[in-house]
């Protein structure tokens, strides 16, 4: 008889759904270790709540993919801490995919950070983490109270996003103290003008200091709209002209501002609270960006870095520099480890929805071909538009994983008691009724 194959997914969000649908597609078990109570990683805690259609949507995807019955859900299980890796490897599962996205904050370099004691500085994640949650009604995490005039470090479309998050909440607190509650997703998809108007105001009259995002390239290199590597130079000048179209309807919706060439050199403080940033002034000669020596120094109240995610270490999971350690972006193969590989924002270095689902389409496809070792010629169609490197390594996974001959009956057996034990921790009995559940709580 046909032994059983079961593969461990780390992650349960856009790309660890997708690599469980895959598998589970093919006839083999997964079981999606989540940190949290719910999966869905970046669209519920990155994108901002304004995205509520796109959410939707994306949330219904992942929540299909997960309650199929060959799924086994784990939530609350973090891996490098309420699991090891050791763990999950000493079960024999067919692989491990690590599905954890990018959740720590690229360090940001400047002066004085460590002498701030509070939320006056902060980064992205935490901001929109707070942002999308603080209005439930069992919130108790971090608070960020928004100040006008806030300094976004960045220059990514999540910057802009931050941005769109300080002048909305300032021009709310603006409108409170005119006692008017005001509705921050009508405000976001009307714009701020629009919106003020159903009030008889101009945004004017609220005499906001507006929030602006300090940039170390030119507005034009903002990476807002995709450049194609080794385009002609008027399709640069196209997508210039699209990422500077893209800035200005922007700024006429929400009216945050753009600072480019500056690069943080200092940050300072009064108490702890941060009161000012400076920046050195960068120069383009149209070839090459440089930093000169003129500075330039910012009051502000409040500073936020945004400046991108990286995927947050995990013991046992090696680290390259701020990445995990992988032969390539493609299979995402995590060095140290055969049967172990990363797929979506954790590997990619794009964040993006449709990035992360078609590299965890693809190679959780790739893998579970592989286990079932589907016939070499149909599976190779994969590597054949691969560099020979890629490609190499591709036949090696195949090999590998078609190596593994299946899960003993004892050792299925043992997967199960052990998810048991971990759904029980946390009183988890089907996946919907979880997820009702924890939704109740809110
Ligand atoms: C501000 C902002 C705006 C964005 N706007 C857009 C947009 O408009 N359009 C777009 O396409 N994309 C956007 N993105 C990017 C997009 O949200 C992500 O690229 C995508 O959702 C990533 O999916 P993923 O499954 O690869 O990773 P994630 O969504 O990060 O999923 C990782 C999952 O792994 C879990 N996990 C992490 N570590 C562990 C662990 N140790 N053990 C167990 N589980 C773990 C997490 O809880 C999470 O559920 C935005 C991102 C941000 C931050």
Redesign the pocket.
């Known amino acids: 008889m046909k032994k059983k194959q079961i593969v461990a997914v ?9 690599a469980a649908h895959q598998l589970t597609s093919k006839g083999i078990d997964v079981v999606v ?4 109570a ?11 709540r304004w ?1 509520g259609k ?1 959410q939707d949507r ?1 949330i219904k995807k992942i929540d299909e993919k997960l309650s199929q019955s060959n799924v086994q859900f784990v939530p609350n ?7 090891s890796l050791q763990q999950i490897l000493d079960f024999n599962f067919s692989a491990v995919v690590l ?5 720590k904050d690229r360090p940001l370099s400047a002066e004085g950070l460590e002498e701030i004691e509070n939320s006056s500085f902060c980064y ?2 935490p901001l ?1 983490y707070w942002f999308n949650h603080y209005h439930e009604k069992n919130y108790e995490g971090e608070t960020f109270p928004i100040k006008e005039g806030a300094v976004v470090i960045g220059g990514g ?2 910057s802009i ?2 941005a769109k998050v300080c002048q909305l909440e300032t021009v709310k607190q603006r409108l409170s103290e005119r006692g008017i509650e005001a509705d921050i997703i009508e405000m976001e998809h009307k714009g701020i003008p629009k919106y003020l108007s159903n009030f008889d105001i101009k945004y004017e009259e609220l005499n906001i200091k507006p929030a602006c995002i300090y940039y170390r390239r030119r507005d034009i290199d903002m990476p807002l709209a995709e450049m194609p590597k080794g385009c002609t130079p008027e399709k640069k000048e196209k997508v210039q002209n699209v990422r500077k179209k893209i800035l200005a309807n922007a700024h006429k919706k929400y009216f945050f501002e753009v600072q480019p060439l500056s690069l943080p050199k200092e940050i300072h403080n009064e108490n702890g609270n941060v009161c000012g940033i400076t920046f050195f002034k960068m120069r383009y000669d149209g070839d090459k960006l440089e930093k000169t020596t003129e500075e330039v120094y910012v009051e502000t109240n409040f500073v936020v870095s ?1 400046i991108g ?1 990286i ?2 270490p ?1 013991e046992e999971i090696p680290m390259k520099w701020e990445t995990y350690d992988i032969s390539d972006t493609v299979t995402g193969s995590i060095t140290k480890y055969d049967g172990v590989y990363g ?4 590997v ?1 270095g ?8 078609k ?2 389409k693809n190679m959780g496809g790739f893998i579970a071909s592989s286990i079932n070792q589907d016939s070499q010629e149909e599976i190779a169609k994969s590597w054949e538009k691969e560099t020979e490197d890629i490609a190499n390594k591709m036949q090696e996974i195949y090999q590998y994983l078609g190596s593994k001959s299946g899960i003993s009956d004892e050792d299925y057996a043992r997967i199960t008691t052990f998810v048991g034990d971990l759904q029980n921790k946390s009183e988890y009995s089907s996946y919907k009724e979880w997820k009702d559940s924890i939704l109740e709580k809110r």
């Open positions: 780390v992650g349960g969000a856009c790309a660890g759904s997708e270790f989540e940190q949290n719910l999966p869905y990683g970046k669209i519920e805690d990155g994108l901002p995205h796109l994306e299980c973090k891996l490098g801490k309420d699991i599905a954890s996205g990018a959740w992205q994640n929109i479309l999540a996003d931050v945004s995610s995927p947050q995990i797929v979506g924002n954790a990619t794009k964040g993006n929805i449709m990035v992360s689902n590299h965890a």
